[in-house]
């Protein structure tokens, strides 16, 4: 059973940063592609960034420069270092990754950017 479990997220003034963690249970991250997504109130979900199995990486323009997707092979997480935070970023962040042709979802963590 593959869960994953974000954490991080939380309430920041405009310019500030944040760092994002998802951590998984019952899959190897780094034998796969996970990715970030985010959702605003109103809006469909959007791709944020994604890393692959080779470490490689692209985010979306809407945030490239600012956010960074990394992965911790050791520990089994995959982060979202996000800075210059605008209010724009405010959004719900899931965490997702692959496994046998099935995506899989974290619940979600809240990210605030006050102006």
């Known amino acids: 059973q593959v869960q994953l479990v974000e954490s991080g997220g939380g309430l920041v003034q405009a310019g500030g940063s944040l760092r994002l963690s998802c951590s998984a249970s019952?899959?190897?991250?780094?034998?796969?592609?996970s990715a970030w997504y985010r959702q605003a109130p109103g809006k469909q979900r959007e791709f944020v960034a994604i890393?692959?199995?080779?470490?490689?990486?692209k985010q979306d323009d809407s945030v490239g420069g600012r956010f960074t997707i990394s992965r911790d092979n050791a520990k089994n997480t995959v982060y979202l270092q996000m800075n210059s935070l605008k209010p724009e970023d405010t959004a719900v962040y899931y965490c997702?990754?692959?496994?046998?042709?099935?995506?899989?979802w974290g619940q979600g963590t809240q990210v605030t950017v006050s102006s």
């Open positions: 890393i692959a199995p080779n470490g490689a990486t």
């Open positions: 997702n990754t692959v496994s046998d042709w099935r995506d899989y």
């Open positions: 019952g899959i190897t991250f780094s034998t796969t592609r």
